[in-house]
């Protein structure tokens, strides 16, 4: 079993950056992929990015390649997201997930365990 706590969320204006944390604690977190995903009030949940277990190979969703970084450190038992460029239209619960799987994929029914997430909100 593993949980997961988020951090690193907040307000800040158009255009700012933030960079996410999601700390594991438990066992068999490095040998799995690691997910981030959004909802924003009335919408459904959104992937955004996953990193595979080991050497960590990183996966985009189109809306989000090339201003979001996803990385990790095993040895902080932590995965990041580094949000660039922030848009009004990114304000929303960013949460992270453990994968089932070693390789990333973007669908969420593919993780089984998840953080409770952090608020990100981006002010025009």
């Known amino acids: 079993q593993v949980s997961l706590a988020e951090s690193g969320g907040g307000l800040v204006q158009a255009g700012a950056s933030l960079k996410l944390s999601c700390a594991a604690s438990?066992?068999?977190?490095?040998?799995?992929?690691v997910g981030w995903f959004r909802q924003a009030p009335g919408m459904e949940r959104e992937f955004l990015a996953s990193?595979?277990?080991?050497?960590?190979?990183?996966y985009y969703a189109d809306s989000v390649k090339g201003r979001f970084t996803i990385s990790r450190d095993h040895a902080k038992n932590t995965v990041y997201l580094q949000m660039n460029t922030l848009k009004p239209e990114d304000t929303a619960v960013y949460s992270c997930?453990?994968?089932?799987?070693?390789?990333?994929?973007?669908?969420?029914?593919?993780?089984?365990?998840w953080g409770q997430g952090t608020q990100v909100t981006v002010s025009s």
């Open positions: 997930a453990r994968s089932k799987y070693f390789n990333p994929t973007p669908q969420a029914r593919d993780y089984d365990s």
């Open positions: 990193i595979s277990g080991g050497a960590g190979s990183p």
């Open positions: 438990g066992r068999s977190f490095s040998s799995f992929a």
